[in-house]
């Protein structure tokens, strides 16, 4: 079984869009019918994010941590006691393409780091979208680390230590754990998943972050 996991923090006007694309990799013909257990981590929602995950047919797992360091933790060792092989992991302001899972799989790898494109630049000014591009690496053998774009088998989670409970960075501690576990990480181009780049972010120190950092001279 493929687990998926997308932890959320009061995200009702993204999520839906963001399960719709998962679903439509989910059932892509390439995974030969192999089951995709698609679990949204609720961590502290006050809106109705839960009636969007329930709507659209997605198993939720309720934390109360206000940390996604440790909503991603709670989720990855729920969706390894049902027994998946494989944990693919995005954010609940991102979309992936119908080919996200098959081509994960397809590397053969312990983990593979994909990158991200922002599907709307409008909430920054033009600088912040210049100073971002002249320094992404959009390519193959890429170094970039995104929570958004992130697939790992269960023994090399498991041998690495699994997910921080970090209220930052968690991601990259976890590959910086997979390197030394000595994993076998492909990183790539491939698996390029659309996101927000939008002011009003939910992780401190994360993505959304960079790019206002992005906005000062």
Same mark, same amino acid.
């Given at each position: 079984?493929?687990?998926?996991? =997308?932890?959320?923090?009061? @995200?009702?006007?993204?999520?839906?869009?963001?399960?719709?694309?998962?679903?439509?990799?989910?059932? +892509?013909?390439?995974?030969?019918?192999?089951?995709?257990?698609?679990?949204?981590?609720?961590?502290?929602?006050?809106?109705?994010?839960?009636?969007?995950?329930? &709507?659209?047919?997605?198993?939720?797992?309720?934390?109360?941590? /206000?940390? =996604?360091?440790? &909503?991603?933790?709670?989720?990855?060792?729920?969706?390894?006691?049902? %027994?998946? $092989?494989?944990?693919?992991?995005?954010?609940?302001?991102?979309?992936?393409? +119908?080919?996200?899972?098959? /081509?994960?799989?397809?590397?053969?790898?312990?983990?593979?780091?994909?990158?991200?494109?922002?599907?709307?630049?409008?909430?920054?000014?033009?600088?912040?979208?210049?100073?971002?591009?002249?320094?992404?690496?959009? !390519? @193959?053998? +890429?170094?970039?680390?995104?929570?958004?774009?992130?697939?790992?088998? &269960?023994?090399?989670?498991? !041998?690495?230590?699994?997910?921080?409970?970090?209220?930052?960075? @968690?991601?990259? +501690?976890? =590959? /910086?754990?997979?390197? $030394?576990?000595?994993? $076998?990480?492909?990183? *790539?181009?491939? *698996?390029?998943? *659309? #996101?927000?780049? !939008? !002011?009003?972010?939910?992780?401190? %120190?994360?993505?959304?972050?960079?790019?206002?950092?992005?906005? #000062?001279?």
């Amino acid at each position: 079984m493929i687990g998926v996991l =997308v932890p959320a923090h009061n @995200e009702e006007k993204v999520l839906g869009d963001c399960l719709r694309s998962l679903r439509d990799a989910a059932r +892509h013909p390439g995974l030969n019918g192999e089951a995709v257990c698609i679990l949204v981590v609720l961590d502290a929602c006050s809106d109705a994010s839960e009636a969007v995950a329930r &709507a659209a047919g997605v198993e939720v797992l309720q934390v109360s941590a /206000r940390n =996604v360091g440790q &909503a991603r933790r709670a989720g990855a060792e729920w969706l390894l006691q049902r %027994g998946a $092989r494989w944990l693919a992991c995005t954010d609940a302001d991102s979309q992936v393409n +119908h080919e996200w899972l098959v /081509r994960q799989l397809a590397f053969e790898a312990e983990a593979v780091c994909g990158t991200v494109q922002v599907g709307d630049w409008s909430a920054h000014a033009p600088q912040v979208r210049r100073r971002y591009e002249a320094h992404y690496q959009s !390519r @193959e053998d +890429h170094r970039h680390i995104h929570g958004a774009n992130l697939g790992v088998c &269960a023994r090399a989670y498991r !041998r690495a230590g699994g997910f921080r409970p970090l209220p930052s960075d @968690e991601d990259v +501690h976890l =590959v /910086r754990d997979l390197e $030394r576990s000595g994993a $076998r990480i492909v990183w *790539t181009h491939q *698996t390029c998943v *659309t #996101t927000s780049a !939008r !002011r009003d972010y939910r992780a401190r %120190g994360g993505f959304g972050e960079f790019l206002q950092a992005l906005a #000062t001279p």
